[in-house]
Each structure stands twice: as structure tokens, then as C-alpha cells.
């Protein structure tokens, strides 16, 4: 009982600690689509904290909204951002890129 | 994949280039060390502050969790989270389908849609939504019929079905020609338009008002509303992801 306890103890703390280094990569990371990656991953792990947390339809909502489709929006935002900022490395702006890089 | 292998592959490697990219945030030269300090010193008050606050927080949380399991069986579904989105706080959610349905109106108002891909699909892409489409459909109307007695409902169904549209989008799937114009917005609004019509209509029942479902019909009422609204909602983020009007 006590060595269960000990590793939900464990587990939740590297959950949190995965989750503060995932924002903090976040914010400052200069390139805009590794932000953008980085943002969905810290939704996921996200998503697992809520479910840790047994809130599991807040979980399953940030999973497919906060990590799915908000990712996917930033991804689409960050295609029609001109000119492609922090080295933006998707595939549309790839041949740009190679030009002058 | 055809990227030579100096690009910025790895992590770290971003760092260097910043001085080359004029847009690029400097993100760690954007203030000077003294304000720093002080905005660090900042942030720790602020979490000294949320984490005393948390700490203090009353043991077990007040809340209207009895008040909910007590009237559960008067909501229509078994499932407490579903009885308050679409029962007890159905305001609330009719007005989240509305702000999801200002926001499509607000992008459809700044331009119009430029197509998903930048450019042409690849041979994985073209055929994967082949075998994953059907499937996620079929997930999300799992997931909208088990919202009635376990977590789930009509968001995590219409985000799913978000999903699909923006993986066909992706993958370069038109939409039907049957499908571009009034079908799509009808389809948008359907969600907000049967929540409001049913929620009006229950007044004219004995003893009605507004969003009050009666128990006998509550059951069918929010499951032909979270219908309405999943659709309405993969819609709506399907829509948004092409960033403007059709």
C-alpha cells in the first residue's frame, strides 16, 4: 500500500514537473512551430493530469480540443503568417527557406 | 525530409539563427537583468501567493456536488457532468455554442478560406483519412452516446469530428459540391437553433420555462440537442481551421 502510494506520489510529480517544463519550452522557445509542438505535447500531458486527477471529461475535452484541435489552429495560423517567423520549418516554407538559409 | 542536415533538426540547434530571422523573438535579451530580477521576484510572490491560497483551500471542497447527485434522476442521464452541462447549466452551454458560432462568423467575415495543404499531399496522407475517417466518425458517435452515463458528450464528439474534417482538409479531399454553401452554414447553426427552438419550446409546456426540460422528456431532449450540437461543433472547428469563408 504504501509502496502504491509512493509511486502515485512519483508519477504525479513527474507529471507536474513534465508539465512545468513543457510551458516553460513553450514560451521560450524562438522558433514558432517547435512553440507550437511544444504546446500540443503540453496539452497531452495536460490531459493526463486531469485524468490523474479522475476528471476524465475535462481530460478527454483537453485532449481533443486543447492539444487537437487548438494545435491544429495554431499550425493553420502559423502556415499564413508572412513572412514565416522563427524559422518556421513546415513543409510549405520549406524551398523559401532553403534559399536564403 | 529532404531538408539538408544543418537546418535547425534538432532542438538547440534554433539558437544561432535567431539573428538572421527578423522575426524572431530574442527571448532571452528582450529585458535587461534588473528588470528580471524583479519580474522573477514578481512571480514568486504570485506563486507564494496561489500556492497559499490552494493550501488553504477547505477540505473536501465545498460544492454542488450533493445538490447534483440529488437530482440526477430528474435530469434525464446518469452521467453528472452531462446532467449540468445540458440540464441544470444549460444556459451556459448554449451561450459556449453560440461564442464557438461568433467566432466562425468572425473569421468567415476576414476573408476567405486559402485551402489547408500548402501543397500537395503526400501518398500517406492522401490515403490515411481512408481508414482513419470512418473510424473517428464512428468514435464520435460512441462518445456522443455514452455521455449519457460516463464521460464523454457532445464537445469530445464534435471535436473528433473537427478532426476528421480537418484531416480530409489536409489530405486534399474537397468538399462536395452538395455540401459547400447553405448546407454548411445550416449545419453550423443547427447546433445553437435546435438548443434554443427546444429550450423556448418547453415554456408552452404545463408548468415550463425556459431550458427546463421535464423529466418524462429530458432524456430525449438532450440527446437530440447534443446531436444537433456535435455536428454543429465539428462544423464550426472543420471551418475554423480553413481560416475563412468557403
Excluded at chain 2, 514568486?44 to 465545498?62: I, K, Q, Y
Excluded at chain 2, 500537395?120 to 458517435?141: D, E, H, I, K
Aim: glycine residues 12%; hydrophobic residues 55%; charged residues 10%.
Amino acid at each position: 500500500m504504501a509502496a502504491l502510494s509512493l509511486l502515485d506520489w512519483a508519477l504525479d510529480g513527474l507529471l507536474a514537473l513534465l508539465l512545468l517544463w513543457l510551458a516553460w519550452r513553450t514560451l521560450s522557445t524562438p522558433a514558432l512551430f517547435q512553440a507550437v509542438v511544444l504546446f500540443i505535447g503540453f496539452g497531452l500531458v495536460l490531459a493526463l493530469v486531469w485524468a490523474r486527477l479522475y476528471a476524465l471529461d475535462v481530460a478527454l475535452a483537453e485532449m481533443a480540443i486543447g492539444a487537437g484541435v487548438t494545435g491544429a489552429l495554431l499550425l493553420a495560423a502559423l502556415v499564413r503568417l508572412e513572412p514565416p517567423i522563427g524559422r518556421g520549418r513546415h513543409p510549405a516554407r520549406d524551398d523559401e527557406q532553403d534559399d536564403n538559409g | 525530409m529532404a531538408e539538408p542536415p544543418n537546418k535547425d533538426g534538432g532542438g538547440r540547434r534554433t539558437v544561432p539563427d535567431r539573428t538572421k530571422t527578423p522575426g524572431s523573438v530574442p527571448a532571452h535579451r528582450a529585458l535587461p537583468a534588473a528588470a528580471r530580477a524583479l519580474l522573477a521576484l514578481l512571480m514568486l510572490g504570485l506563486f507564494g501567493g496561489l500556492a497559499m491560497a490552494v493550501l488553504s483551500l477547505s477540505e473536501p471542497a465545498p460544492g454542488l456536488a450533493a445538490a447534483v447527485a440529488e437530482h440526477l434522476a430528474a435530469s434525464g442521464v446518469d452521467h453528472p457532468v452531462t446532467a449540468v452541462l445540458l440540464n441544470f447549466r444549460g444556459y451556459d452551454t448554449l451561450l459556449e455554442m453560440v461564442v464557438l458560432l461568433l467566432a466562425l462568423v468572425g473569421v468567415w467575415s476576414v476573408g476567405r478560406a486559402r485551402g489547408c495543404a500548402g501543397h500537395a499531399p503526400g501518398p500517406l496522407l492522401r490515403q490515411l483519412p481512408r481508414l482513419l475517417a470512418p473510424l473517428m466518425v464512428l468514435v464520435a458517435g460512441y462518445l456522443l452516446w455514452v455521455g449519457a452515463h460516463a464521460p464523454g458528450g457532445a464537445f469530445q464528439a464534435g471535436s473528433l469530428l473537427g478532426g476528421v474534417g480537418i484531416l480530409l482538409c489536409l489530405s486534399g479531399q474537397p468538399l462536395p459540391r452538395w455540401a459547400d454553401g447553405p448546407v454548411l452554414r445550416l449545419a453550423a447553426l443547427l447546433g445553437v437553433a435546435v438548443f434554443a427552438l427546444l429550450g423556448v419550446a418547453v415554456v408552452l409546456l404545463p408548468d415550463g420555462a425556459p431550458l427546463a426540460w421535464p423529466p418524462a422528456l429530458a432524456k430525449h431532449l438532450i440527446l437530440t440537442i447534443e446531436l444537433a450540437a456535435m455536428l454543429s461543433i465539428g462544423v464550426i472547428l472543420a471551418a475554423l481551421f480553413t481560416g475563412g469563408r468557403p
